[in-house]
């Protein structure tokens, strides 16, 4: 079972291998369950776990290129282009780190994006500014 530090440092592509894996695996255990040859019935909650630890560092991913694009200064420079984005989790910064990139891997913007601002739960707040700093290239 790998940590939330390893799963932050992993690609996409790797995270959704190991979230169908696990998925797959889920499934497995609750045949089992059902035909009453589960022996470790603890290992269906790790694998509950996994897939949620999966699922959250891809959901935060998410979060942090679209508050990344929502920035005025990176929509204009990737108006109009083709882009891709790719983010990580810096401990150093406490932050995420979208990297914008064209089709030919050349950069465009970075970003970084504190998900942890406190939000306000008045109606008429403004939203907290997410990014706590860019540089478009």
């Known amino acids: 079972m790998a940590s939330i530090v390893e ?3 992993m690609s996409n592509d790797k995270l959704e291998k ?3 894996e696990a998925r797959e695996e889920m499934f497995n255990l609750r045949f089992q369950i059902a035909s009453a040859r589960l022996e470790n019935t603890a290992r269906l909650r790790q694998v509950r776990r996994q897939v949620a630890r999966v699922e959250t560092v891809l959901h935060q991913r998410q979060l942090a290129t679209d508050a990344a694009v929502a920035e005025p200064t990176i929509a204009e420079r990737l108006n ?3 882009w ?3 983010a990580r989790y810096v401990y150093e910064d406490s ?3 979208v990297e914008f990139n064209d089709k030919g891997g050349k ?3 970075t970003a970084w994006v504190n998900l942890n601002k406190a939000q306000s739960k008045k109606k008429d707040a403004k939203a907290p500014q997410l990014v706590v ?3 478009v290239r």
Do not use: S, V
């Open 133 to 135: 700093r860019h540089e």
């Open 95 to 97: 932050a995420w780190q």
């Open 80 to 82: 109009g282009q083709e």
């Open 84 to 86: 891709q984005a790719n």
């Open 107 to 109: 950069k465009l913007a």
């Open 18 to 20: 190991t979230l169908e």
């Open 7 to 9: 799963l932050n440092q």
